[in-house]
């Protein structure tokens, strides 16, 4: 049997990425949730001589769909040569119930008995052997994370049977599986670990609200201390004793107010470079992304990824879902909003997660208006935050309130209703530091690959506009708005319009406009506001469809019109 | 005693009895292991009608609370 292309199905979070990465070295992102994959991942591996492709296919409970994403895994099988049903060791009735029905669809399989590490610890005690017999394929006990017996899948791929199955009836699985788990599984009794009784607490509402509160808090503390720390025992060392001497010795060369000198070095400010001013493409346009931005990303995943790991994001979305069917959203959503927080694009790809149109639009809306992306919201603080911390207050102040005034109007006014929470909360478990790093790294080297180049760019690209007088023709006409409306000055339309690229740039822009504070708070809360970067907006076209994404756009612009003009009115 | 998810006092073991909420609520609710016959434990309730969180097979849940109320549970008492 030739095979070309091998299917990875199983239940939400039984680790079907871990294992995938395994057989084809491809890195993803694995966390501990169910949803974490929300696209389709293609890879290849090899197997001999061949090199057949390995699809990471969506968590499924079930192949009659329930569900969008299960509808779209139930279609995948049917392009498959063969399957490798991961199930999940210590849950083995509830996964065998999915393995029963890829059987009964003809198609070969081999079953990952996954998460075998964490079965001893449970009193677990699975027979393999009498497993295999049972099932009549392969059973091959893993574990995606540290790799074992992912050799030994590997070598009996080739052994993948499709046995004659007869399509029976749900209640017919269910006795089927009762009596292959109570033959090949024991269980002992096993003590509640101390894990184990964290994990309650934080699902109680009490005391799992006061858990949630000091996490968000720790989280937040850590990621500002990890952040600043880079920043001033690094990276501004770094460019202060090594750039900027290099950058100084290029702007002689060029000679002041040429074109090049321009676009390359920018401006110089009081007899030398300052980097957060002169905007050049090789000055502000690399010390944007490398130290003010990076710092606060590389801490921010760093967090986020110990909590993901963890298990604790699941817990949060419980605890806040009351709060967000005020919003017209279940609690999942906190989960985009909290990969938006990082960047908007895998938050919109995470939208996915939600069910209805409704309320992916609601989601969608929610975060492009008032969930910044840290690359932004770094800026914001680099620059806001040197005229004081109340002034950070009132940016993110009013992102929060719009937040949930923009939530609660939308619910209110969008026909429907929010759909209800069903989630199955992963175990705690203890973050490995190597796939913490490993998580961080991809994520930051992505950002270096996808975001510095845009940076750099934008940068380029704002520089040519005005050397070419363009920024003056356009501040002209936007200038009624501009200074009228909001009170900036009317050269500020420069950043409006790199803000389609690039919002962190935007924001830096706003730094050699001389602004006063209370224009530098306007400005930066409606570059927040008023339109997704373009990669956002590519994605959220893709995943709410041009008609809803004109809706949200018409939502932002009209927003940031209006905050503007009262912030304008009232600070 | 059969009482609903959210009637059941938080701490108190019970036995599913019943989904009542259509063949698609129902299948979804199977899939995830939640079928009749299934021991059930509930480990927390949140303020004004939030999720109801059970444990079934030592994997715990969280249901919203409409859905909740479509599933009746026959109560043995407490077990904490």
Request: hydrophobic share 50%; proline share 5%; charged share 20%.
């Amino acid at each position: 049997m030739k095979i070309n292309k091998i299917l990875l199905i199983g239940n939400p979070n039984v680790g079907k990425s871990a294992i995938f990465s395994r057989l084809t070295g491809a890195k993803i992102i694995i966390s501990n949730y169910p949803g974490t994959t929300v696209e389709f991942t293609h890879g290849r591996m090899k197997i001999g001589e061949e090199r057949p492709v390995v699809i990471d296919v969506p968590g499924t409970y079930t192949l009659n769909p329930t569900s969008k994403a299960e509808e779209v895994a139930t279609r995948m099988l049917r392009e498959g040569d063969l399957v490798i049903n991961v199930v999940n060791a210590t849950n083995l009735e509830r996964n065998l119930y999915l393995t029963l029905e890829l059987l009964e669809r003809k198609i070969p399989v081999v079953i990952a008995l996954n998460i075998w590490d964490e079965t001893r610890h449970q009193g677990i005690y699975i027979d393999v052997k009498k497993l295999e017999e049972a099932l009549e394929v392969p059973v091959i006990p893993t574990c995606g994370l540290t790799g074992e017996g992912i050799k030994k899948l590997i070598t009996r791929l080739p052994e993948a049977k499709a046995p004659d199955v007869r399509i029976s009836s749900d209640s017919d699985k269910w006795e089927r599986i009762g009596k292959i788990v109570e033959s090949t599984q024991k269980l002992t009794h096993h003590h509640h670990t101390f894990l184990e009784r964290l994990e309650e607490w934080s699902i109680k509402p009490v005391s799992g609200i006061i858990i949630a509160v000091a996490v968000v808090y720790c989280a937040f503390w850590a990621i500002r201390l990890i952040g600043e720390g880079l920043i001033a025992f690094v990276f501004e060392p770094l460019f202060e004793n090594a750039w900027l001497p290099l950058m100084l010795k290029l702007s002689a060369v060029l000679g002041p107010e040429t074109f090049l000198h321009n676009v390359i070095i920018g401006n110089i400010i009081d007899g030398s470079i300052d980097f957060k001013m002169s905007f050049g493409v090789l000055t502000t346009g690399f010390f944007v992304p490398m130290a003010m931005v990076l710092p606060y990303i590389a801490s921010f995943y760093f967090i986020l990824g110990i909590l993901e790991d963890f298990g604790y994001l699941p817990r949060l979305a419980v605890l806040s879902d009351n709060f967000m069917h005020h919003i017209g959203l279940h609690g999942f959503a906190v989960v985009p909003m909290m990969l938006g927080l990082g960047c908007n694009v895998p938050g919109a790809l995470s939208l996915r997660l939600l069910e209805e149109r409704r309320e992916k639009f609601i989601a969608a809306t929610l975060m492009a208006i008032s969930v910044p992306c840290m690359a932004q919201i770094a800026m914001i603080v680099g620059l806001v935050g040197e005229r004081g911390g109340q002034y950070l207050g009132i940016v993110f102040g009013t992102l929060f309130v719009l937040f949930i005034v923009k939530g609660l109007i939308m619910n209110k006014v969008l026909p429907g209703a929010s759909p209800e929470i069903l989630v199955e909360m992963p175990p705690y478990r203890t973050p490995h530091i190597t796939a913490v790093f490993k998580k961080l790294w991809m994520r930051v080297f992505g950002f270096l690959k996808e975001a510095v180049p845009y940076v750099l760019l934008g940068v380029l690209f704002v520089n040519i506009l005005y050397a070419l007088n363009i920024i003056d023709a356009l501040s002209g006409l936007f200038a009624p708005v501009l200074t009228g409306l909001w009170g900036l000055p009317r050269e500020a339309i420069s950043a409006l319009i790199i803000g389609f690229l690039r919002k962190d740039v935007a924001v830096g822009m706003l730094g050699p406009l001389n602004l006063t504070t209370k224009q530098l708070v306007i400005g930066s809360t409606i570059l927040a506001i008023y339109f997704p970067c373009i990669a956002t907006f590519t994605v959220m076209v893709r995943e709410l469809g041009i008609k809803d994404m004109i809706k949200s756009a018409v939502i932002m612009m009209f927003v940031a019109l209006m905050v503007g003009a009262v912030l304008n009115l009232i600070l | 005693m059969i009482v609903d998810l959210t009637q059941m006092r938080t701490g108190e073991s019970g036995i599913i009895k019943e989904l009542r909420g259509g063949c698609g609520f129902e299948r979804r609710i199977n899939s995830m292991g939640l079928r009749p016959g299934k021991q059930i434990k509930k480990v927390s309730s949140h303020f004004w009608r939030g999720p109801q969180t059970v444990e079934v097979d030592r994997v715990c849940f969280s249901i919203g609370f409409g859905m909740a109320k479509k599933i009746s549970i026959e109560v043995k008492g407490e077990n904490k």
